[in-house]
């Protein structure tokens, strides 16, 4: 019975706590901005740095209470009016798709700023509050660092409640979001209040890291950014609105890990109580899956929404031409070996990567539907390819992930946008978590989840220059078929749903039809570029390839950035993508004073390309396009003037030119040629001798 008492309920309620804290934020910031912020734990993260960095003996030493106050109400404040004045404001009407990639950007920039100035190799340690003090109820001994996350969390609940709806500025910081102008006509600055909205938020998330921060095996930045997954289950219990049952959504989260920690202590589960442990941290990604599924009230899907780009049509013959010169250029560079191995090594990971953004193109910037599944979608192919072969693997991969792809279609086909991310975030975590990971439910993975399975290539593609060509065909043939795709039935079909889902439905098109098809077509695609990704590697494969999250690289998160950095609207753009994402780290590897700014590259390039999501390519054409006609304005007028120099006007010793009426009446008597060019501007010239 103690130990029930001390698992379900002393336990429990700890983690409940935190898990409320940082959920509580998360929701203040989207009532308040309509901003979902995927970098809320990486803030989280930083805080607690920060306070580790204030704290340590090593490092500064100051006093808790003086490192929990600059902290608190410094440091986390500070983050959240720039974040404000920076970035959030001028998101504000922008697209769900907008917002995503900038907290996506923001994520990856505060998580490698992270790795930079604490770097990750080192081994930190943040001890609790009270360490080693503790008291007994119950019979049960409670730390009083458990006592006083609780009774923080309970402090946070009521004060939140009463500050949103008690008193002028929480009324004006729920109302902000609806409109800011009706806001500011009613006598409150939406300027001030976003301000004070995201630096409460920032506070928040800070207090959760650092309380988590003690009960973490590793104190890493990965690990608490990773807090915010348990913040969003909690948080979409409450529907992102409702503080109250945020709470009860942390609660019933921390309830089901501890009975699962205690069924692994007491072996309730038999043979497989060993398995409870790793399910435990599936927990929160099961709990968020479930809830989008079963989420009725989505008002994301009933809100028309334009995604805010163009969806070019490109012409067959003009696509056809750059992949030919792909091909040619690959195929030169493996054969004249013009560059290292390493480096050749890191172009074909970018053209398998680069199939995998392909599939992007097709779903996320043609279709309108936004997936942050795919990397780890495609993992299934290179399961495939290591238990059964390269031929039958590779097939039944991109049948498999065909399949599946459809079925995560099903749940999504009445979602967009923002829960259409979330569920297919929690796909892929899901993915990580139990079928790449989980080394003992289902023991046959285990070289998969430590990266050591095997991938044998395509027989006749055997050395490293045939595969490399053979990576740079693959992925003309899937470009040029898209191509075929956009300009099409099926393309049009597409670029009207991504436009309009309503009036697709009111004409008659079978939305769920082509949801469904495109989930399938897409997750093919993706499942054949993971594959040729594992032939790639051909050893050492595994989970961190195919992961959301991992290490200081991350995986499919920065792989959903930088496509739309390169413009998810244009396979041109997911090339563009590619060669950033292998490029940018090359480049910092060869030239050291660069490495921190190749790093940060990525995250800073998706904040600054979230207003323009048609991406870096066409931009670049868009821009191509201008200088090409201010040249030939250029050149107009400079035929103009040649052309008055020849006939005489300019200098006056030719023919003179007929003057408008303004010039009649501004400049003295009218000749012949002007009454007869007046005539001819009224209409009178007809019949006159």
Same mark, same amino acid.
């Given at each position: 019975?103690?130990? $029930?008492?001390?698992?379900?309920?002393?336990?429990?309620?700890?983690?409940?706590?935190?898990?409320?804290?940082?959920?509580?934020?998360?929701?203040?910031?989207?009532?308040?901005?309509?901003?979902?912020?995927?970098?809320?734990?990486?803030?989280?993260?930083?805080?607690?740095?920060?306070?580790?960095?204030?704290?340590?003996?090593?490092?500064?030493?100051?006093?808790?209470?003086?490192?929990?106050?600059?902290?608190?109400?410094?440091?986390?404040?500070?983050?959240?009016?720039?974040?404000?004045?920076?970035?959030?404001?001028?998101?504000?009407?922008?697209?769900?798709?907008?917002?995503?990639?900038?907290?996506?950007?923001?994520?990856?920039?505060?998580?490698?700023?992270?790795?930079?100035?604490?770097?990750?190799?080192?081994?930190?340690?943040?001890?609790?509050?009270?360490?080693?003090?503790?008291?007994?109820?119950?019979?049960?001994?409670?730390?009083?660092?458990?006592? !006083?996350?609780?009774?923080?969390?309970?402090?946070?609940?009521?004060?939140?409640?009463? !500050?949103?709806?008690?008193?002028?500025?929480?009324?004006?910081?729920?109302?902000?979001?609806?409109?800011?102008?009706?806001?500011?006509?009613?006598?409150?600055?939406?300027?001030?209040?976003?301000?004070?909205?995201?630096?409460?938020?920032?506070?928040?998330?800070?207090?959760?890291?650092?309380?988590?921060?003690?009960?973490?095996?590793?104190?890493?930045?990965?690990?608490?950014?990773?807090?915010?997954?348990?913040?969003?289950?909690?948080?979409?219990?409450?529907?992102?609105?409702?503080?109250?049952?945020?709470?009860?959504?942390?609660?019933?989260?921390?309830?089901?890990?501890?009975?699962?920690?205690?069924?692994?202590?007491?072996?309730?589960?038999?043979?497989?109580?060993?398995?409870?442990?790793?399910?435990?941290? %599936?927990?929160?990604?099961?709990?968020?899956?479930?809830?989008?599924?079963?989420?009725?009230?989505?008002?994301?899907?009933?809100?028309?929404?334009?995604?805010?780009?163009?969806?070019?049509?490109?012409?067959?013959?003009?696509?056809?031409?750059?992949?030919?010169?792909?091909?040619?250029?690959?195929?030169?560079?493996?054969?004249?070996?013009?560059?290292?191995?390493?480096?050749?090594?890191?172009?074909?990971?970018?053209?398998?990567?680069? $199939?995998?953004?392909?599939?992007?193109?097709?779903?996320?910037?043609?279709?309108?539907?936004?997936?942050?599944?795919?990397?780890?979608?495609?993992?299934?192919?290179?399961?495939?390819?290591?238990?059964?072969?390269?031929?039958?693997?590779?097939?039944?991969?991109?049948?498999?992930?065909?399949?599946?792809?459809?079925?995560? %279609?099903?749940?999504?086909?009445?979602?967009?946008?923002?829960?259409?991310?979330?569920?297919?975030?929690?796909?892929?975590?899901?993915?990580?978590?139990?079928?790449?990971?989980?080394?003992?439910?289902?023991?046959?993975?285990?070289?998969?989840?430590?990266?050591?399975?095997?991938?044998?290539?395509?027989?006749?593609?055997?050395?490293?220059?045939?595969?490399?060509?053979?990576?740079?065909?693959?992925?003309?043939?899937?470009?040029?078929?898209?191509?075929?795709?956009?300009?099409?039935?099926?393309?049009?079909?597409? %670029?009207?749903?991504?436009?309009?889902?309503?009036?697709?439905?009111?004409?008659?098109?079978?939305?769920?039809?082509?949801?469904?098809?495109?989930?399938?077509?897409?997750?093919?695609?993706?499942?054949?570029?993971?594959?040729?990704?594992?032939?790639?590697?051909?050893?050492?494969?595994?989970?961190?390839?195919?992961?959301?999250?991992?290490?200081?690289?991350?995986?499919?998160?920065?792989?959903?950035?930088?496509?739309?950095?390169?413009?998810?609207?244009?396979?041109?753009?997911?090339?563009?993508?590619?060669?950033?994402?292998?490029?940018?780290?090359?480049?910092?590897?060869?030239?050291?004073?660069?490495?921190?700014?190749?790093?940060?590259?990525?995250?800073?390039?998706?904040?600054?390309?979230?207003?323009?999501?048609?991406?870096?390519?066409?931009?670049?054409?868009?821009?191509?396009?201008?200088?090409?006609?201010?040249?030939?304005?250029?050149?107009?007028?400079?035929?103009?003037?040649?052309?008055?120099?020849?006939?005489?006007?300019?200098?006056?010793?030719?023919?003179?030119?007929?003057?408008?009426?303004?010039?009649?009446?501004?400049?003295?008597?009218?000749?012949?040629?002007?009454?007869?060019?007046?005539?001819?501007?009224?209409?009178?010239?007809?019949?006159?001798?």
């Amino acid at each position: 019975m103690q130990e $029930i008492l001390q698992y379900l309920v002393i336990f429990a309620l700890q983690s409940a706590a935190i898990y409320a804290i940082a959920a509580s934020g998360l929701v203040v910031t989207y009532t308040t901005s309509g901003v979902f912020n995927f970098a809320h734990g990486a803030i989280g993260m930083v805080v607690a740095f920060a306070y580790w960095q204030m704290t340590a003996e090593s490092q500064w030493g100051l006093p808790v209470p003086l490192a929990l106050v600059l902290c608190l109400l410094v440091v986390a404040p500070a983050i959240g009016l720039l974040l404000d004045w920076a970035l959030m404001r001028r998101l504000a009407g922008a697209s769900t798709i907008a917002t995503i990639v900038a907290t996506i950007g923001l994520l990856f920039a505060l998580v490698q700023g992270a790795g930079i100035v604490w770097p990750q190799d080192d081994s930190r340690r943040i001890p609790e509050f009270f360490a080693g003090e503790s008291f007994s109820l119950f019979d049960v001994n409670v730390t009083y660092h458990r006592a !006083l996350a609780l009774a923080v969390a309970v402090a946070v609940a009521f004060g939140l409640r009463a !500050l949103l709806f008690g008193t002028r500025l929480g009324t004006a910081m729920r109302a902000v979001v609806d409109s800011r102008e009706l806001t500011a006509l009613n006598g409150a600055e939406p300027d001030r209040v976003s301000s004070v909205a995201w630096m409460l938020g920032c506070s928040l998330a800070g207090l959760a890291g650092i309380l988590i921060a003690p009960s973490l095996s590793q104190f890493t930045a990965i690990a608490l950014t990773l807090l915010v997954v348990q913040a969003y289950a909690a948080a979409m219990v409450g529907r992102l609105r409702s503080l109250p049952l945020t709470f009860l959504g942390a609660l019933i989260l921390a309830e089901v890990e501890q009975l699962l920690a205690l069924a692994e202590v007491r072996g309730w589960a038999g043979g497989f109580s060993d398995s409870l442990g790793t399910l435990s941290s %599936a927990v929160p990604v099961l709990m968020l899956l479930v809830v989008l599924i079963v989420l009725r009230d989505d008002r994301s899907a009933l809100r028309s929404e334009s995604l805010g780009f163009r969806v070019p049509r490109p012409s067959l013959r003009t696509v056809a031409t750059w992949m030919g010169g792909l091909v040619v250029a690959c195929l030169a560079i493996g054969q004249l070996e013009l560059f290292t191995v390493t480096t050749r090594l890191n172009l074909g990971k970018g053209l398998a990567l680069g $199939i995998v953004m392909l599939s992007l193109v097709l779903l996320t910037g043609w279709a309108g539907q936004v997936s942050l599944a795919q990397l780890g979608l495609s993992g299934l192919a290179a399961v495939a390819i290591w238990k059964v072969g390269p031929v039958g693997g590779l097939i039944l991969g991109v049948v498999v992930c065909a399949a599946v792809g459809a079925l995560v %279609a099903l749940p999504a086909l009445r979602m967009r946008s923002l829960y259409l991310a979330l569920t297919t975030m929690a796909f892929a975590l899901l993915m990580e978590t139990v079928v790449y990971g989980n080394d003992t439910v289902i023991a046959a993975f285990a070289p998969f989840a430590t990266d050591r399975a095997d991938a044998r290539r395509l027989p006749g593609l055997g050395s490293d220059t045939a595969f490399f060509v053979a990576l740079a065909v693959a992925f003309a043939l899937v470009a040029l078929g898209l191509t075929l795709i956009r300009n099409g039935p099926f393309g049009r079909r597409l %670029a009207a749903m991504k436009d309009s889902p309503a009036a697709c439905a009111t004409l008659g098109l079978d939305l769920t039809a082509t949801k469904l098809q495109v989930f399938a077509l897409a997750s093919a695609i993706a499942g054949l570029g993971g594959g040729l990704l594992a032939m790639w590697s051909s050893s050492n494969v595994g989970r961190s390839d195919y992961a959301l999250l991992e290490g200081g690289a991350l995986g499919g998160l920065p792989l959903v950035l930088v496509a739309v950095i390169g413009g998810v609207t244009s396979v041109a753009g997911a090339l563009f993508g590619a060669v950033l994402f292998v490029g940018m780290p090359l480049l910092g590897a060869k030239v050291s004073w660069l490495k921190h700014v190749m790093n940060l590259a990525p995250g800073l390039a998706g904040i600054g390309l979230a207003r323009t999501p048609e991406g870096a390519v066409r931009q670049a054409a868009d821009g191509t396009a201008e200088v090409v006609e201010a040249l030939a304005r250029v050149r107009d007028g400079r035929r103009r003037a040649t052309d008055e120099a020849v006939d005489g006007s300019a200098d006056g010793s030719g023919p003179a030119r007929p003057r408008g009426p303004e010039a009649m009446v501004a400049a003295g008597p009218v000749t012949a040629a002007d009454a007869a060019h007046l005539d001819h501007v009224l209409g009178l010239s007809w019949g006159r001798r």
